[in-house]
């Protein structure tokens, strides 16, 4: 998609897109009645924000709180509030098809962050809304090209009673995303807190390590 500020230089779009992003992410939160507390230090520039992953709501309850650019999966820029903005900005999306499609991934988070950018990446993969999926390793590459640091982020979300996290909060595999959103609108009294670890470097020789290492500063996060 063509968009009005194409012409401007890519730290020039990045600059917007982390300026922009939070004050749409406060008016989506403020418009479904989340509040939002955050507890430790705000991530430093150039750094690789590597939280855990249950709902479509960690992009703007994270996003509330720093700024920063996500890497998504392509099929969100199809769907409603989320891909306008996936789409008309520098957050980056991933269609995982082939290896050269994760290489080409993998420079572009390794190229905003080099820039100065705070770049989100859900390591899990994909949403979870019990428990954690294993951290992948992939996108660590990028850290390790850029010499950015890492970042872990506990996000988790406290429901009033009668609401059900993991079926309407939570976002799986066999939920309708409509279906599931309409549902969450009409919700009241949700709170997230988001928790800021201590930025790390990860051991080069390694990132498989490196993953688990993150998901268990994570795991400490969420306590």
Known sequence: MRTP???????????????????????VLH??????RCIG????????????????????????????LFLSKAEIADWPVFGSLMR???HLHFARRSPRELRAAIDAVSSK???????????????????????????????QASNAQVVPVGIRYHV?????????????????????????????GIEAEVRFGEPRRLNAGCRKQGARTLQDAVLQLLR
């Open 5 to 27: 500020w194409r012409w401007l230089s890519e730290s020039a779009r990045n600059r917007w897109t982390s300026r922009f992003t939070p004050l749409w992410a406060q008016m």
């Open 41 to 68: 230090p705000r991530p430093p520039e150039g750094a690789l924000l590597a939280p855990n992953h249950s709902s479509y709501l960690d992009i703007p309850v994270l996003a509330s709180q720093t700024p920063c």
């Open 31 to 36: 418009q479904m009645g989340i509040r939002v």
């Open 88 to 90: 008309s900005s520098s």
């Open 160 to 188: 009033p009673p009668g609401v059900d996290f993991a079926e309407d909060v939570a976002y799986w595999k066999d939920h309708q995303i409509g279906a599931h959103a309409w549902r969450l609108l009409g919700l009241r």
């Open 113 to 143: 962050l080099a820039s100065g950018a705070r770049v989100c990446v859900f390591l899990e993969g994909t949403t979870h809304g019990k428990g954690m999926l294993p951290f992948r390793s992939s996108f660590l590459a990028a850290t």
